[in-house]
Nanobody, 124 residues
Framework: QVELVESGGGLVQAGDSLRLSCSVS????????MAWFRQAPGKEREFVTG????????NYGDSVKGRFTISRDNAKNTLYLQMSSLKPEDTAVYYC?????????????????WGQGTQVTVSS
């Protein structure tokens, strides 16, 4: 069974940068396509970005394109999310997700494995 543990969240000001990490244990990271989702209070879980296991494909939600970058270090079994030019509307709990099947879908229901989330708060 895979375990995902996010870290790196915190309170930052608008315009700041922050890097989230997701440590994967249980199986090698190369077994999984990975993604980041976020959920703000009272809102549905939103796709942020995803990356294939061999790093040949990434995609981003429209609200974060040009500001966020997903990466992965398969040797360290770790997924990253570099967030720049943060805005108050980026405030949410950020989750990493994993799947062993093909593709990086934007719908949360297609991702079977989830971390516990890390809070990111951006003040104006």
């Amino acid at each position: 069974q895979v375990e995902l543990v996010e870290s790196g969240g915190g309170l930052v000001q608008a315009g700041d940068s922050l890097r989230l990490s997701c440590s994967v244990s249980g199986r090698t990271l190369t077994a999984y396509n990975m993604a980041w989702f976020r959920q703000a209070p009272g809102k549905e879980r939103e796709f942020v970005t995803g990356i294939t296991w061999n790093i040949d494909n990434t995609n981003y939600g429209d609200s974060v394109k040009g500001r966020f970058t997903i990466s992965r270090d398969n040797a360290k079994n770790t997924l990253y999310l570099q967030m720049s030019s943060l805005k108050p509307e980026d405030t949410a709990v950020y989750y990493c997700a994993a799947r062993t099947t093909v593709g990086v879908p934007t719908i949360s229901g297609y991702w079977p494995y989830w971390g516990q989330g890390t809070q990111v708060t951006v003040s104006s």
